[in-house]
């Protein structure tokens, strides 16, 4: 088994002391390492491609709560639309649309985080923040997808003084979106991955999505 379950148990129990929820990452990771981190009680597992979260689905506890947190097509929603708990890589309103339309064919109402771009890197996927209060703006008027915060991804590099203003940012607009949008009730804002958590919890993140602590480093 290559769960490392010292470092999961420490980690979730710090965690739920903080009232931070932890997503376990599990892409590319085989079924087997799923199971023995459900078999230790956890069950909030985020995955970041369509067909391989498709493929797992079946194979695997109902019970586990699936959340989707790659780019996403809007033309693949409707394979994850049926039982997915949340999708947290909303980059633009046609994939709100999206999302609301497959959801309201399945009979479910789907949490979802609106994904802002706060990174130096180009290649990361998110609303800017004008763009992120555009859409919430409209966020009331889909009857099957409910709001739930905010989601973004720090830079990928070293300088730890870059990667907290860019959570800094994020916080920023999280707290004024709250404020503006009470009839939303956000209340989440994911953020902090196993390189940058302790600087994410610093800057009051409430979900962190970690693999490689939990599950090793992919090949």
């Not at 180009?122 to 919430?136: P, R």
Request: hydrophobic share 40%; with cysteine; charged share 20%.
């Amino acid at each position: 088994m290559s769960v490392n379950v010292n470092a999961y148990q420490q980690l979730k129990a710090s965690l739920t002391a903080q009232g931070v929820t932890l997503l376990a990452v599990s892409k590319k990771k085989p079924i087997a390492d799923i199971e023995a981190l459900y078999q230790l009680g956890h069950r909030d597992f985020a995955e970041n491609y369509v067909q391989e979260l498709v493929e797992k689905q079946p194979q695997l506890p109902s019970d586990i709560r699936w959340y989707f947190i790659g780019h996403l097509q809007r033309n693949k929603v409707k394979y994850i639309a049926p039982f997915c708990t949340q999708i947290q890589s909303v980059d633009s309103l046609s994939l709100l649309q999206e999302i609301n339309k497959q959801a309201q064919k399945c009979g479910r109402v789907i949490d979802v985080l609106l994904q802002v771009h706060i990174a130096s890197e180009e290649t990361k996927f998110g609303f800017d923040e004008q763009e992120v209060f555009s859409v919430l703006e409209q966020g009331s008027l889909f009857a099957n997808v409910r709001i739930k915060g905010l989601m973004g991804m720090a830079s990928f590099t070293e300088n730890t003084d870059q990667v907290q203003r860019e959570f800094s940012t994020l916080k920023s607009i999280f707290d004024r979106a709250r404020q503006q949008f009470t009839e939303l009730s956000l209340d989440t804002l994911s953020m902090g991955m196993s390189g940058d958590y302790p600087l994410a919890l610093r800057w009051g993140s409430t979900m962190v999505r970690v693999g490689s602590l939990l599950f090793g480093a992919r090949s």
